[in-house]
């Protein structure tokens, strides 16, 4: 039997109810990979963007199907507009799109916890003023037929200082998403790009695997991984790529 428990993220009201089951979308995570191992990549949804003439869910179901299908390991549903009853939508129809084209990408939920749960997807994203991580490993205990937080459901967190990276990981974060890396107009609010120098800093400080996001082009990437990220987020890298394919591809290629 799950269990219902009440909780406010934003001081609303919302239900999570909690799985006694192991979650399909999942897989363990591999801290920070040694030479020769494949980076994670990471696929940030923002629909708003797309190019097409409006904002329905179904050309961004078609976008998230054909980057899972290109290989990327995770996508991140990142869509803040939605309400949680259209979050869940969009979070069973994409699990339901990328287990038929390939089960080994996981759906990662910005922010709702209760959605990533009753949806079952692979895990939670968090931002630095979101549900703090304690509190979101304490909610994933609360069912006594479950076990502690499966290892398989991750909880990252977004970071965008030294400080924020190191509380998240002494938290006990699965993994950080790190940036503004480099300059890009989505992350303008967050500051100042952050820099190679930086993120590497952050990377040796912390003992969880750092994905670099900001900015991620091509040609940022290789340094990204020279510089200790596990991996890379993005938005336009692979949302506006004609060939989402051919820039994994090329990623995979690149020196790690």
Sequence with gaps: MGCWISFWPSALSVLVLVLPVSLPNSSPLEHAPPSGRKPILCYVTDRLNL????????????????????????????EKDLSGKQSATLTREALRRVSNTRPSTRILVNDRLDVAIAEQAGGVHLGENSLPVEEAKRLG?????????PSAFLIGVSTHSLEAAKLAGSAGADHIFFGPVFATPRKSIYGAPQGLERLAEVCASVAVPVLAIGGITLQHAEACFSAGASGIAAIRLFQDADDPAAVVRALRLQNF
């Design 51 to 78: 190019q097409v003439a409006n904002d329905a869910i179904e050309p961004l179901l078609d976008r998230i199907e054909l980057v899972a299908a290109a290989g990327v390991d995770w996508i991140q549903l990142r």
């Design 141 to 149: 205990r609360a069912s006594n037929a479950a076990p502690p937080r």
